[in-house]
């Protein structure tokens, strides 16, 4: 359905900046870019932007929780504010190998979330667009306007302050050590995307903070897609999401390692393996609530079997 189509598209932007006075990003586009020939008005494609143009369409900028319910679903649905000229002549500049993405966690105090609902979508996201080998991610947690939606990071005050800790503790997993440092994981309201000019003590020259690279959308690369829940109902084993992406989910791995740095050193096995023995790992205990407390041996007798 055309109007659902915000749930599984992802955009690339070239000149991406972050507006550090309202604390959301803008894109440029100049008046000229903008096509004149009606016929373009039913062609919804990201190269004539017609996402820019009032269109309701954006992306996802976060992965989806079906417990939401379609009722809170078009509070994801995110495009970058527009604004219609030329650059502006004064502007600070990221690195050339940064890329910038917004992202809605779903549920990061949660590391198991943090992991697949997160940072897989957030990889793929960089590979669709090879930006994965050739940039580093600034990744910034975007804060939804008002509360915050069931179960997510801003649901409730301690959440915030989980998620927080979380990101911090496995952020590393996502970007270099050095850059993690620089730009560790925070919110558009707290990022350390802040201006100093030591030549002018009052007010910056410019409100601009801006990217080669930008990404946003991933509502659909997570490992349930917009459609499925994780488990919790028997719907949810009826069609699968994961398959053929036994190299994708490989890649990512090594991704993170390498980012730890353990790949360069040889402590770790890089190359998939060929054939058997496979190594199955089942979770005992993960959980403290009683219903999630699963007893697993069948499941490793039957393997062993």
């Not at 979770?283 to 999630?292: A, D, F, V, Y």
Request: hydrophobic residues 35%.
């Amino acid at each position: 359905h055309m109007e659902m189509n915000w749930m599984t598209r992802s955009c690339h932007f070239q000149f991406f900046c972050f507006d550090t006075e309202a604390h959301d990003y803008v894109i440029f586009l100049p008046e000229s870019s903008l096509p004149k020939d009606s016929k373009f008005e039913s062609q919804q494609t990201i190269f004539t932007n017609q996402s820019a143009q009032g269109y309701p369409f954006g992306v996802a900028i976060g992965g989806i929780n079906t417990k939401w319910t379609h009722a809170a679903y078009p509070r994801l649905q995110w495009f970058p504010r527009v604004v219609h000229g030329t650059v502006p002549p004064n502007f600070y500049a990221l690195e050339a190998n940064t890329t910038m993405i917004p992202f809605h966690s779903l549920a990061a105090f949660n590391p198991g979330h943090l992991l697949w609902d997160d940072f897989l979508p957030i990889y793929v996201l960089m590979e669709i667009f090879q930006l994965h080998s050739q940039t580093q991610p600034l990744l910034i947690r975007y804060q939804l306007p008002g509360e915050g939606l069931w179960a997510g990071c801003d649901w409730r005050p301690e959440k915030v302050e989980v998620c927080q800790f979380m990101m911090s503790k496995f952020g590393p997993l996502m970007v270099s050590r050095s850059h993690e440092e620089a730009f560790p994981i925070a919110t558009q309201h707290t990022t350390r995307l802040q201006l100093n000019n030591p030549n002018d003590k009052d007010k910056p020259r410019t409100k601009y903070v801006c990217s080669k690279q930008g990404l946003a959308g991933i509502g659909a690369l997570n490992d349930h897609g917009p459609d499925k829940g994780h488990g919790w109902n028997m719907d949810d084993y009826k069609v699968v999401f994961n398959q053929g992406r036994g190299g994708q989910f490989w890649r990512f791995r090594n991704y993170m390692l390498n980012n730890l740095g353990l790949l360069e050193h040889g402590l770790v096995q890089k190359d998939r393996p060929q054939g058997p023995p496979y190594r199955i790992i089942f979770s005992e205990s993960s959980s403290r609530q009683s219903r999630r407390i699963l007893n697993t041996q069948p499941m490793v007798q039957a393997l062993k079997a």
